[in-house]
């Protein structure tokens, strides 16, 4: 039975001290495995989520760091991240199955992603110039810069991003771009999806989307 | 797409006279007819002024496109490669945490985030923290010996022709020794602030804006083996000999380019409190200590520490800085080109 405590370093300013105790405990996988009876219909049971064109994408939680899930699914709860479908079953969960849940799909090995396959070579080109490098005469520093080598995530307050839906990733920059998500620190997300374009989107998510991460 | 060199001198007369505009552009598109950079005013820069050089550095997606030899072509990548992830050298010419690229943001071509362009086009040149002329690969060396905590490469080794290569590239187009000011040069500091500068007042900006990257302990953060945030003091950090242990070369980079993704969200007194912060820790001894930080300070205080705060005592906790033999991670004080004597035979 693997345990992982969930740190919440750095997300607690301004959360207040019910957020903080919530987030200081500690998940249990087991337990985890049994509250995500809720999550499966979308997440999958391993974690994979799923790329629907056309449609509300669900992410890939598998291999998420706990302390970012632990924070999405508070934040959802507390009406700092919108999405209908999630509040709800955010909702469902009290802060110990948060912490559990967390620590089940963190533990999950990284499946492989969609939504990236029919893009042409131009626009693959881009996506690793502003996932790599960035695009600095439009002051758009790179994804690595801050999700870390390989954009695999960078502890809980940057989540791996590589091998995550391409249909998801659109929307949650959109939905930046478009002030409808702002639950990242230091609006550090913001910022930056701001100056992107819709093709610059659909660019970076396509090729991150066709990253595969691989177990350490 | 064929690319072409282009002077923006015949922009048209929408365009200040004066403003020296060099660039390099793809061709066919309506002479680049755009003033560059105008974008930056959004972000908070000054947009540039009459009588400014003001360049912008080819990329290099322009280096493929170029009609330039394919061997230069590959010694210039080289250059870049090493210029952002210099870790590759870590433990033969770097040793602490930092890539080149960690300060020079944008890959070393970014306006007021010391755009290294500039050094190609004024080297030779006199250099007043070491008194004497220094070419482009001296000046190199000294980011070497100071902010990378290390040794250069040796001159004309493959590396350091490498890294000048690079250098010289982005320069392509902008005139040599030019008799402008250059637009976004250096890391220019915000106006003096209204307060002077506060540890207690640095550390509070220093908790709510940098420590989600940089850490309480200012050791930045690895993932992976790689480079993600880098360290701000301690070991992993600059020397006491690297420019931005300056006070006002710290609140210039911070101003212009901190948070990331943020540049000039903070007001002029954060920056200037925060880099005071900043430049309070402890970091490597400067490699041109003699021993005695007393001494250090009457050779080099006139010249570099005067704007630092080697040998100061802090005042929260008595602590008097760089007053210590630690050389951080590498096992010697002064690498090979610290000190050397120049042009003896020509003075006076």
Redesign the interface.
Known sequence: MNKTVIKGL?LL?GTGLNAGAAMALEGDAQRGQEASATCVACHQADGSGMNVPGGESWPRLAGLDSGYIVKQLHDFQEGRRENASMTLFANMLDDQQIADVAAYYSQMPVTPAQGGEEVDDALLERGE?LAN??D????I?SC???H???S????S?FPGIASQHAGYITAQLEAWKNDERSND????MG??AKRMSDEDIQAVSAWLSRQSVTA? | MKLSKITLAVLGASLAAGLGVTAYAASGQSGGAEQPYQ??TA?GYPAPQEGQLVHVPP???DLEEADIHPELKKVIRRGYELF?DTQQLRGKNVFNDMNCSSCH???G??PFSAPIWPAAITLPGFRGKNQHVNNLEERIAGCFAYSMNGTPPEYGSDDMLALSAYHQWLATGAPMYPDQPIYGRGFPAPPEPELEPDYARGEEVYQ??C???HQDDGAG?Y????Y??PALWGDGSNNWGAGIVRTHTAAGFIKNNM?????NSLSDQQAWDVAYYMVSQERPQDPRYTGDVDETLELFGPTFHRNSRYGEVREHDDHRLADHANTGEKDFLKPWNVGMPRFEELSE
């Open positions: 750095g300013l110039q490098r960035g600095w005469d439009a002051y520093v690595k810069s801050c870390g080598p390989g695999e995530g960078v502890g307050d620190p230091q609006n550090l910022a930056i350490e | 974008g930056l972000l990329t290099m997606a952002t943001l944008g890959e071509r970014q709510a804006q420590t989600i990257c953060h993932e992976d083996g790689e993600v945030f948070p990331l993704g943020q540049p």
